[in-house]
């Protein structure tokens, strides 16, 4: 499998970096050698950091939280898309807006205002206004259709963010670092591994290579979600407690009354708990009475 992936990968043209005078140096333990004046980036990591990030999806995924594709560069648009639409996640494809994860309180209410605009739509109301009104409305819905349509079933932040490029993609990394979000990134030869939790060293300009390395990715989602699944069938119900009512503890009459321990109708049809008789304490002997031997 990994002989067959590193196969695709290569013919993708996914060890092909950037020019000699544009490489980071923190990135030298991803490259393999120098070509010419490009550097050769070692497809033994990118496997090794695809392995990685993998199992880290998989298994925040099967904890229940979501992930969020983010991919505004031309050659990643489409993959990323893809991508998340494959396995039901988020993605963000056109532009990160600042604060969308430190101030997602906003980013909900331009999503909230967008369900009010297109229910304007639908019934007419938006058509009764005048033709000035009515275009600013409909280009204020394309906006923020443009903008956060691939977030806009996202009502809790994610677990984990997964980038394209690093050097472009700063602002999602910058906040997910801050929020202490864990993040997975494609990284090029002239990026900077530390920005990122796991580094996936690769040409993140090949459009086919980001397309397998996503799809890998998406794969791993989806096992995570049927951990969900299995989980959830699991666990075993927890038993219903049974609380007792107790009535006033003083007449009106002002006359007091002890105090009885009463179970609802529901606790009392049920049938009595085991080991009940076997946990009750046993009886004290009777006392003779005084005086006799």
């Not at 819905?141 to 443009?146: E, G, L, S």
């Not at 900077?192 to 980001?210: E, H, L, W, Y």
């Not at 927890?238 to 529901?266: F, Y």
Request: charged share 30%; glycine share 6%.
């Amino acid at each position: 499998m990994a002989k067959q992936l590193a196969r695709e990968l290569i013919n993708a043209g996914v060890h092909f970096g950037h020019g000699v005078s544009r490489w980071n140096p923190k990135m030298a333990p991803f490259i393999f050698a120098k070509r010419g004046n490009i550097h050769v980036i070692d497809v033994k990591e990118t496997l090794k950091g695809i392995l990685i990030a993998k199992k880290l999806l998989a298994e925040i995924v099967s904890s229940g939280s979501d992930v969020v594709f983010v991919g505004t560069k031309r050659q990643a648009q489409k993959a990323v898309e893809a991508a998340a639409n494959r396995c039901g996640m988020h993605f963000v494809s056109e532009r990160w807006l600042g604060g969308m994860l430190t101030n997602f309180r906003t980013i909900r209410s331009r999503l909230q205002r967008l369900e009010q605009l297109e229910a304007m739509e639908q019934d007419g109301t938006m058509d009764a206004e005048s033709k000035k009104q009515a275009s600013r409305f409909k280009r204020e819905m394309r906006k923020i259709r443009t903008n956060l349509d691939g977030v806009r079933k996202m009502t809790r932040l994610p677990g984990v963010v997964v980038v394209v490029d690093a050097r472009k993609e700063y602002l999602a990394l910058r906040e997910a670092q801050k929020l202490g979000i864990p993040t997975v990134g494609i990284l090029d030869t002239d990026s900077d591994p530390d920005t990122v939790d796991v580094a996936i060293p690769a040409n993140d300009d090949s459009i086919r290579a980001v397309e397998i390395i996503l799809n890998e990715l998406a794969d791993a989602v989806a096992i995570g979600k049927t951990m969900v699944s299995v989980r959830q069938q699991e666990v075993a119900p927890r038993p219903r407690r049974l609380r007792s009512r107790r009535p006033a503890m003083a007449r009106a009459d002002g006359t007091e009354a002890a105090a009885v321990a009463t179970v609802s109708e529901e606790a009392a049809e049920d049938e009595e708990l085991p080991g009940a008789q076997e946990n009750a304490a046993p009886p004290e002997p009777e006392q003779p009475p005084a005086g006799v031997s």
